[in-house]
């Protein structure tokens, strides 16, 4: 599956109030689920001293798949194609590497 079929999946299974034109639903869900992700990762370092099993690693996949799904549904609001999106930032970053700036801190550089 590429990003293209995933983000008319993703939008096809979406519902949430004035989908189409509220961009703002999807932003705080994308900024939960990233939560969780975090969180789930700060508890591998609080409980399993940094180790991460099977079982913690399959929670973690689910977690990105939901930030995944808030990423396309948030793309799709703002008329972004998230294949575009993927294809942009690859070429910024091979842009930084080949300019010495991939370590850099700042968004222009």
Same mark, same amino acid.
């Given at each position: ?30 900024? @939960?689920?990233? /939560? ?8 591998? !370092? ?14 973690i996949r689910d977690e990105? /798949? ?11 609001? !703002? @008329? =972004?194609? !998230?294949?575009? =999106? ?14 010495? =700036?991939?370590? /850099? ?5």
């Open positions: 599956m590429d990003f293209r079929q995933y983000q008319q999946q993703a939008t096809a299974l979406a519902i949430y109030p004035n989908r189409g034109s509220n961009p703002i639903y999807p932003t705080l869900g994308l900024a @939960g689920e990233s /939560g969780e992700v975090c969180d789930k990762v700060k508890k591998v !370092l609080r409980d399993k001293n940094g180790q991460f099993d099977a079982e913690t690693i399959a929670a990105l /798949g939901d930030v995944l799904w808030y990423i396309a549904n948030l793309s799709a609001e !703002l @008329g =972004v194609d !998230l294949d575009d =999106v993927a294809a942009r930032n690859i070429d910024k970053l091979q842009s930084r590497r080949e300019r010495g =700036v991939l370590g /850099g801190s700042g968004d222009n550089r």
